[in-house]
């Protein structure tokens, strides 16, 4: 058994750890630019951000839409650099924070666009230093060193993963995600739940990814549906079950189901956390069949109660789980494959995976 484990990313965490924010910076930084969306501007959140900046420069970029687009995150990377940004803050869900990551690779590059980015070749210089502060409790970029981009012309989600995306800083003040909607605490908690088992299943896992991994699941299983309800110390609990999950998934990824979701969310415009979900749940059924010997396979089990539990806590938040009920037709599955079998994360699913595999999965999403 050997593994590496290395979090570069200082966490602090907290409600209220938004006052700690200029003390966290270097006084040598003076050129800052937040990355956010208009709700949160319009909630006054990027105001109290900058307001906890001292009298740095600070411009604040709000252009961020759901899934944000390869075009956004170059429009970013202009304004940043035009500012001459010397660090780069992502404030609110994952769309926010993965433009973030883009924009301080593209002031680091500026010969780069986010369509180089995501072809993952290597960065000639590190992106500036990232500042995650998420609001919703979900995404657990604030903690990984990936980024998401829709790319709208091939209608796909392209991913990239660089070292200097991992944030320096992840401030992690569960204060802000009181006022997230009702659906949205549903729809990123299932995002929290997906990443720590997927992270779980990963076959990169390793004891100290499982040992965040299970933490994640645990915390997620027993306070969801309180904070479903607003409860702050339930929403406290999955803030911090949020990051404990994004420490899995930046050492063991995530697998299958993630990748099926992107489809789901590109055509049919599902939340990212509920399309994962809805691909998680036949996958689950279908590993059972597979690997019913699995240890770990049988540990998830029983933290669902048995085979179906976890089909029965998500409709018990009052989520739909097949796929018949968003206006998916059956007939869709193979335009969705095409997309699914191209990507890596298929290399750490733990059994073999093939396009039929994958129909047989998305059948099973109908049931
Ligand atoms: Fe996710």
């Known amino acids: ?3 590496e484990f290395s979090l570069p990313t200082k966490v602090v965490f907290g409600p209220g750890s938004i006052g700690s924010l200029d003390a966290e910076l270097p006084s040598s930084i003076s050129r800052i630019f937040i990355v956010t969306d208009a709700v949160l501007v319009e909630k006054g959140l990027a105001e109290q951000v900058k307001e906890h900046l001292g009298n740095r420069s600070v411009e604040i970029f709000s ?3 759901p899934n944000p687009s390869f075009e956004t995150v170059d429009a970013g990377g202009v304004v940043a650099r035009a500012h001459e940004s010397q660090l780069v803050v992502g404030l609110g869900g994952g769309s926010p924070m993965d433009a973030a990551k883009g924009i301080a690779g593209l002031v680091a590059n500026p010969a780069l666009s986010t369509r180089d980015l995501v072809s993952c070749g290597d960065l000639e210089w590190p992106a500036v230093p990232v500042v995650c502060i998420p609001t919703t409790s979900g995404t657990g970029s604030e903690v990984t060193p990936f980024a998401v981009f829709s790319n709208h012309a091939q209608r796909t ?4 993963s660089f070292p200097s995306f991992f944030p320096a800083l992840a401030l992690v003040d569960s204060e802000l995600t009181y006022s997230m909607p009702h659906g949205t605490v549903i729809d990123t908690g299932l995002d929290v739940l997906t990443h720590a088992i997927e992270a779980f299943l990963s076959t990169i896992a390793s004891p100290l990814s499982d040992v965040f991994a299970l933490d994640a699941i645990a915390r997620a299983r027993t306070h969801l549906q309180q904070a479903v309800a607003k409860d702050h110390a339930a929403m406290d609990e999955m ?9 899995a998934i930046a050492h063991a990824s995530t697998i299958l189901p993630h990748v099926m979701g992107y489809p789901l969310t590109v055509e049919h415009d599902i939340p990212h956390g509920r399309a ?6 036949p996958f689950l059924d279908l590993l059972m069949e597979r690997l019913p ?3 770990k396979v ?3 089990g029983s933290v669902f109660g048995g085979p179906g539990g976890m089909r029965q806590f998500v409709n018990e938040l009052g989520i739909q789980t097949s796929l018949g009920s968003y206006g998916i037709d059956r007939t869709e599955i193979s335009g969705f494959v095409p997309k699914v079998i191209v990507k890596s994360d298929l290399e750490i699913t733990p059994f073999p995976i093939s396009e039929e595999e994958i129909t047989t999965i998305y059948e099973k999403g109908f049931e």
């Open 1 to 3: 058994m050997g593994f």
């Open 63 to 65: 252009a961020v839409e």
């Open 157 to 160: 989600k392209e991913g990239c």
């Open 239 to 247: 803030a911090l079950a949020a990051t404990l999950a994004g420490v």
């Open 276 to 281: 994962s979900t809805l691909a998680l749940l």
């Open 293 to 295: 010997e699995s240890l």
């Open 298 to 300: 049988q540990r998830l």
